[in-house]
Each structure stands twice: as C-alpha cells, then as structure tokens.
C-alpha cells in the first residue's frame, strides 16, 4: 500500500453522507420542491480542442450530481464561435466522454438554437432592453468605464424599438461588414458589475460554421447563448467555473427579462494541476509548433493523452471524486492522480519481467544444458484474490539489466557481483564466475552457475540470497520499445508566476526530459497478452506500470510508462535541493 499524498482540504461527498456545497443547494432546491425536484445537467465544452483532466471533474460532476438525483445529463456542444470548432473536436469529445463511462441523455449543439436565440434577441429589442450600436470595439471599450468609474452611454443607446429591429435584421441579412455593428443588452452603465454595462450580445461574424454552414452573419455571444440554451433544454443546474460567477447577475437578467426557464447557475473552481498547464489554447500551442506529438501524447493532460499514458476511467472518476468540489482556486499535486492510478493497477496488473536496458549484460549459465528449455510457473500478482501464474522460458542465456551487476560492489550491494549470488525471479539462484569483455574492455557478458536445487517453489538448497533480480531468456525475448515519460514542465505551476506570458513563454518552463526512449526485452507472454487484448496494463516488475502504445508494430511492441512503482520524483526534489 502506497499512502495517499496530502488531500486538498476541499469537500468531497463520501459514504458518510457529508454532501459537497453543491449537493446541498441541490437538495435545497429539491426540498424547496423547485422545478418538480428534478435534476437536469448538461456538460457544455466548446468544441475548439480536445477535452483535458480539468474537463473530466467537470463531466464527473455534472453526470454524477444528475445520477445521484435521478435526473438527466446533456451533452451540449458550446458551438457558438464559428472560426474555431471543428468536426474532429466533436468526435474526439464525444469519444472522451463515452470512456469516462458516461452517456448522455441528449446530444445539443448551441448552434441548433441559433434562430431561436435570434428570437429571444428580437423580443429584448421590442421591449425596449436591447439596441443596435455603430460604435468601434474601442468606442465601446472606452465607453465602459472602469469598476470605479460609471461608464458612459453610448450616443446610439437611445434608437427606437423600429430603427433598432430594422438595423438588426439587416445585420442578420448581411448588410454590414464584419465589426460594423453590434447588438447591445440595454442594462446599466452605471453598475458597479462591469457585465452589466450594457454587453454585446451579437457581432457580426461573415464565417463558415462547421454545422450551419453560411446560414448566420452574425453570431449570439457566450452571455447571449449559455444561458439561453440552458433555458431551452430546461437545465435546472448550470455549474461552471468560477470565472463566471460575475456572469450570474445578467444570466438572471435575461432570465427575468426573457421569461425563459430559470436555470441555477452555480460556480466552483476549476481544476488545476501540478507540472501542468490547462488551457485548450495553451494545449493547442504545444500540439501545433511540435512540442509534443499530437493531442493524445501520454504528457499531455488530455483525456486522450492521459488515456494513451495507460490510466483507466476508474482511476480518473476517482481521482475526481477525492478532489472534491471547492469554492476556491487551488493547484492539485499531480501525485494524487498518480496515487489513484497505483493503487488500482496494483491490484489488477500483472506483474512481467522486462529488462529496460540499451546494453543488457547477457548471463550464461555454463552449467545449464545446451537446448534445454524450462517452462518456469510465475505468479501474475500477489494481491489477486486466486493467484494465477503464468509459463515463463528459461534457458541457458538470459537478459539482466547493466545495472543489477557490479564489478566493484559497496557494501550492502545484494544485486550480482563477481563471485556473487542472486535468485532470478521465479527461478534458480546462480553465481557469478566469470566476466568477458570485448576489446574495449566493456563487460558483455557474465559466466554463472546454477544450483539445480533451488528452483523457485521446490528450493532446497538451503542457500539464502539477499537479492532477486528480473530476467529474460535471450532466445525467447520480444524487443520492444520503451517510452519512459516524465512530467510535462519542470516547475510546479507553469502559468502561475507569468500569467500573461509577458516575461517569457510558458513553452521556456518544458521538462526537456519529459520523453526517455529505451530499448527493452520482454517475456514473450506479455506480448501476446497485449495484442489479443486480453490485458494492456502491466506491472514491470522493479520498474513501473506499463502500457502497449498503439505505434507498436508487429515485429516491434511499444510500451509506455504509466507511472513509476513509487512517487520518485518527490524524492528525487529533495536529493537535489
Ligand atoms: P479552456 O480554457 O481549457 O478552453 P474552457 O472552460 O474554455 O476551458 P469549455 O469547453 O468551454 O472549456 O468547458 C466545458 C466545461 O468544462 C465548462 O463547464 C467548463 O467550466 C468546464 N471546465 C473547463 N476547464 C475546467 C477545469 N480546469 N476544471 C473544471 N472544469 C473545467
Ligand atoms: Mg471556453
């Protein structure tokens, strides 16, 4: 057993029955009897890249708080920004969604409801709440004010309910170029919430969108069609981030104003994780100028990257559901997502033999027969409930790793040395005899001898031996590829102390050792248990939990490192400092 790196102090709904702040506004709202007592939730992304582990908390919660009340959770695509969004987005997300083991009661794109939103906006202008304006985006920016100065209104805030919708349905009927008018929310340009001062609500966009096509000219903004779409499909929780939180009183203002459905739209905080970055266009950045190979790269913390690292959607749900939902800001270690994935694949992997290493020493055990062969009984994992084993070749070669030998050994070295004594996993103890060298004197290979007696499971030599090391029979190994991957960045919050990426890049802080390739030999058993499918995760004996990439080859399996047996990069910190 691991131990759990520190928890965040935020709320988590556990089996005790302590609700987190957003399970009880819902069971408020529930008692209160609003909306019948349903539940109704949506996951709204934007389809302008791939999902990442900060959208996973929030697919985990809006589809877990819908589940846990009986109710119903969409899938709604926030579509409203033509220039961005693209098909491949859509598949990719509905794809990550499906794999965190959800499904959706619906699947929405917000451009469905272009022309109903373009209704709501014609019904704001003819009650007078809503106006054409023909000033630039600098005029209306100046115009705004700031949070301790009133804005000032502009000169076209008083247009006539018929030249506002005349103007309007011109824009719409692509009349005026792009940026030559807006529509305008008609609220308070004195509010001390700088929302309210009067927001755009429409721009005029002449851009092909990927599912209406040329249709619209113009386009509702976020304000403008979040909560409007909310209202269409009868959402009664609308969570978001809490950057939003200022949002929330002109998401209540169009609500009263438009008399749509009252959704309840609640903030809490988004994800943040260590030695990571979690902006979709920060993610993009890395993928477009080469930075790593491709979304789903195992360093990304896309779903699809995280994926391909070797983590299983139940470590995922829960590691979501120990950082809890929180009111607050905060930066979650990175050692807690790795912990969740430990601890399950701890208890499901088998436990393999690989030796990772360029330059494996070759051992020949001169008493060992030539030809023979050995089918050695390996138990998969000491922590099944019914152990299993598994055939493992044996021969008179085999693979150790460079660094289970040493010539000159310190004291307490219990891995081989010259005259020395180890067991090979599952098999026989042997001794070190004899070195070779080539020319340059390097070790290539070591002569050993074997005790027949002290076959793993029927020892009795009554030799003891301090240490046990991995093997491969040289005749019967699989080379493979081996992918050892590292954190991301090389500080712990690369968007922290640079938000604005005005001193430098947030690309300057990448771990330039993120990405180790090292050649590998592997039992042959695992390889075919990954090609038929039959388990894709494994535990490295000594090394790590694996996983088959899909770059594997037929004459050449890749393997890439989930994460290491042990949280090894804390340790590593305090060596260095
Ligand atoms: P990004 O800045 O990475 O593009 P976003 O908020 O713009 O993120 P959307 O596609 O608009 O991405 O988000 C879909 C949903 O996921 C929203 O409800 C959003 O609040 C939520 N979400 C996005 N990032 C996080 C995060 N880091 N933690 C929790 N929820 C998040
Ligand atoms: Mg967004």
Redesign the pocket.
Known sequence: MTEAPNESSTERSDAGGHLNFIEQLVEEDIAAGKNGGQVFTR????P??YL?I??A??ICLNFGLADKYGGQTNLRF?DTNPVTEDTEYVDSIKNDVRWLGFEWENEFYASDYFEQIYGFAEKLIQKGLAYVDDSTSEEIAAQKGTPTEPGQPSPYRNRSVDENLDLFRRMRAGEYADGAKVLRAKVDMASPNMQLRDPIIYRIKHAHHHRTGDTWCIYPMYDFAHGQSDAIEHITHS???LE?EVHRPLYEWFIERLGIFPSRQIE?A???LTYTV????K?KQLVEEGHVNGWDDPRMPTIAGIRRRGYTPASLREFADRIGIARRENLIDLGLMEFCIREELNKTTHSVMAVLDEQPIKLVITNYEEGREELLNIENNPEEETITYRRVPFSREVYIERDDFMENPPKKFFRLFPGGMVRLKGAYIIKCDDLVRNDAGEITELHCSYIPESRSGSDTSGINVKGTIHWVSVPHAVEAEVRLYDRLFSVENPAADDPDGQLRSFKDLLNPNSLEIVRAFVEPALVEAARSGEQTNFQFMRKGYFVLDPDSTTNRPVFNRTVTLKDGWAKEQNRKS
């Open positions: 996951f709204p992304p934007e302008n890249g990442h900060g959208h908390k929030s926030d969570l978001c981030t939003f809490f988004r994800l943040n979690m902006s979709k266009r993610l």
